[in-house]
């Protein structure tokens, strides 16, 4: 299983780890020549979705994730991944545009107002969730599926191939939602 | 600041790696920074280059004027406090800022003690010139560091200087035995469980970025294969012929640090790279300021 992470910005790296410590094969993403062999999954991670979004038009990347998105590869969206995916941005431009949801950006505000959580995930129960400038998640489309919500926000969900959280499961140790990832690319979730 | 609270603090710099970060003195210049691919803008009223022309004593910006700064745009707002100046610390922190720079770029406020960071819930981020500099701001409770470099020169050798002394420390405690660390750390004032942190994960407790004197693409590209984490670019942004074009030259030239084919393709037609100060033909240096 090779899962290819977007790596032009942001905690790219924290992904690798997570993704390696449950013996998947990686390769980062940041240009063209990267995505010459098609990844069994992709991973869009934490960062500024302004700067990701803007790189991914510069450096000719936009068009092919995209249609390996909307032909079915599984792809994980996290924090600026979220708003990557969303087909509407609130109080920003859509970028991949490929999932039927609105992401609301900085929806907890500045710095001051990110925070750290236990919530349920799925079926895996309660989850460590740290939500660092974090969008949520609105108007959710009718195949999109909710899969944690906090505070009565929608902050992980997923459509199809495509998994979104508001949240960095890649900042903490609990590989949970990274294994049900792996499941997702194997057909087990 | 809680454990908690320094942790989340530690992670808002990890989502700026990979990224640039600029010097923006109004909301027009933010926007053009924003829409060039910066990952976070530093407010301040005047750059550094205009800071060192200038001379006399240069405190925090107008509260007003930042705030007009976070208006404008959506990415993190980061500005800078006098080394030691735990008021203007605070009065950024009621005005929501997302990261305090304490900075050796304007002029100390004291000339003997830090800001003690952990008494804040927003982040600070320090300048350093070696590994000791570094630990004891973190001691302090600084959640990210940046090379000091010599800003508002568009000389560069300071922050390679101060990035690879930093680097070299880090790979000499890696290589200590368990038991040298205790005198390391009496040699280096720095605590010893930070120094215990270094020898076992090989890098810095938190994020360590590139600062001061980067002009060029080339120059961000170079600090990146030295080490840094991302960059910061002060007065070589908007002191050079045309800042838009640059900033998004030296946004790429980090994502694609070790790619010399894109490097030397957006290194092309730039326009005037800011004028730029030899280092050792300056009087003051800023380096020096805060240990």
Excluded: W
């Amino acid at each position: 299983m090779r899962i290819g992470v977007l790596a032009l910005q942001g905690a790219f790296i924290e992904h690798i780890r997570m993704l390696e410590s449950l013996g998947a094969e990686t390769f980062e993403i940041r240009n063209i020549s990267d995505l010459k062999e098609r990844p069994d999954g992709l991973i869009l991670p934490g960062g500024e979705s302004t700067v990701m979004s803007k790189l991914l038009q510069d450096l000719g990347l936009y068009e092919k994730l995209r249609s390996l998105i909307l032909s079915d590869t599984p792809v994980m969206g996290t924090c600026a991944g979220l708003i990557l995916l969303a087909k509407y941005v609130e109080g920003g431009r859509p970028s991949l545009a490929t999932m039927d949801i609105t992401a609301v950006r900085n929806a907890y505000g500045r710095q001051l107002g990110s925070f750290e959580t236990y919530a349920p995930f799925a079926d895996t129960g309660d989850i460590q969730m740290t939500f660092i400038r974090a969008p949520v998640i609105t108007a959710p489309g009718k195949n999109v599926v909710v899969l944690a919500q906090v505070d009565g926000n929608i902050v992980a969900a997923r459509e199809e191939n495509q998994l979104v959280l508001s949240f960095h499961p890649e900042l903490g140790k609990d590989p949970a939602v990274h294994r049900y990832f792996i499941n997702m690319i194997s057909g087990n979730a | 600041m809680t454990e908690n609270r320094s942790k989340l603090n530690k992670e808002l710099a990890q989502m700026l790696k990979g990224g640039v970060i600029m010097d923006v003195t109004s909301p027009e210049q933010a926007k053009i920074a924003e829409d060039a691919g910066a990952c976070a803008v530093m407010a301040l009223e005047r750059i550094p280059a205009d800071i060192r022309a200038a001379g006399g004593v240069s405190r925090m910006s107008d509260p007003k004027m930042i705030k007009g700064i976070q208006k404008a745009v959506s990415i993190p707002v980061m500005a800078k406090v006098r080394i030691g100046h735990f008021v203007e610390a605070q009065i950024l922190e009621a005005i929501e800022i997302d990261y305090i720079d304490e900075s050796e770029v304007l002029s100390p406020a004291d000339d003997l003690h830090h800001i003690d960071k952990t008494r804040f819930n927003v982040p600070f981020v320090c300048g350093a010139r070696d590994l000791g500099e570094a630990l004891r701001r973190v001691a302090e409770g600084a959640t990210m560091i940046r090379t000091k470099g010599e800003a508002g020169t568009g000389d560069i050798v300071q922050a390679v200087r101060h990035m690879r002394t930093l680097n070299s420390e880090i790979r000499r405690v890696v290589s200590l035995r368990e038991d040298e660390l205790y005198v390391a750390a009496k040699d280096m004032q720095v605590p010893v469980h930070l120094l215990q942190y270094v020898h076992e994960n090989g890098k810095l407790p938190v994020v360590n970025f590139a600062a001061g004197g980067v002009a060029t693409p080339a120059d961000a590209a170079l600090m990146m294969q030295l080490g840094a984490e991302g960059v910061f670019v002060g007065s070589g942004i908007f002191k050079s012929g045309n800042p838009a074009k640059r900033a998004a030259a030296v946004v790429k030239a980090v994502t694609n640090y070790n790619n010399p084919a894109i490097l030397a393709e957006l290194s092309e037609d730039l326009g005037e790279a800011m004028v730029g100060i030899n280092a050792d033909e300056i009087s003051i240096l800023m380096a020096e300021r805060g240990k």
